[in-house]
């Protein structure tokens, strides 16, 4: 039933915010400098703005009279949004890999995993303003969450974005893997709560 239903959500899914998110991190990604912190910059942006991009996606405005439960249709536009998002990332990523000189460690797992988490979390925000409100506002809404995370994490005394070949890389992504789980159980919750608030629909 979920592989029938691919392709009617895709079609209602808003691309609109993928359409500008990806174009444009895309764009920096071809305009940033060789230099080490430059392209990873680079790499990370390719995980936020598909991220706030990707929280618009589980925003179901529309109350279709189907016998599909509301969860089915929220995980099914989670897992193309997310798929979306990783496809842009992988993108950004091969143009940092193709740019990066000779020898430059490219640390591709541990930028996967901080992408991981950045996406989630987008998806989760949105998620759980969407319990109560279904429009374009809680993708408004949870696209904001995420960029203030992730600008929270600025002022965080300890290291948050290493470079892969400093010392502190595997320490602060063994901590993003622990951080993993939490956008996640959210996003879960956040849909099993729109069930029973809203309804089977």
Not at 9 to 28: Q, S
Not at 67 to 79: E, I, K, S
Not at 120 to 140: F, K, N
Request: glycine residues 10%; neutral net charge.
């Amino acid at each position: 039933m979920s592989g029938c239903l691919v392709k009617p959500i895709g079609r209602a899914i808003d691309w609109t915010p993928f359409a500008v998110a990806v174009p444009a991190v895309l764009g920096l990604a071809f305009a940033a400098g060789g230099e080490p912190v430059s392209l990873a910059a680079t790499v990370r942006l390719g995980a936020l703005l598909p991220g706030t991009a990707a929280g618009f996606a589980v925003v179901d405005p529309l109350s279709v009279v189907t016998p599909v439960p509301r969860w089915v249709r929220q995980w099914l536009r989670t897992l193309l949004a997310f798929a979306a998002a990783a496809a842009a990332w992988c993108a950004v990523f091969g143009v940092f890999a193709v740019r990066a000189a000779p020898g430059t460690v490219t640390g591709f797992g541990g930028y996967a995993l901080e992408a991981a988490v950045c996406v989630s979390a987008g998806l989760a925000c949105t998620a759980v303003v969407a319990v109560r409100r279904a429009d374009r506002v809680s993708g408004a809404v949870g696209a904001a969450v995420l960029l203030a995370l992730a600008a929270s994490t600025l002022f965080y005394e300890g290291r948050v974005w290493p470079l892969p070949e400093e010392p502190e890389w595997a320490a602060v992504h063994h901590a993003w893997l622990l951080v993993l789980p939490v956008p996640l159980m959210v996003l879960t919750l956040a849909n099993g709560w729109a069930e029973r608030v809203m309804g089977p629909a």
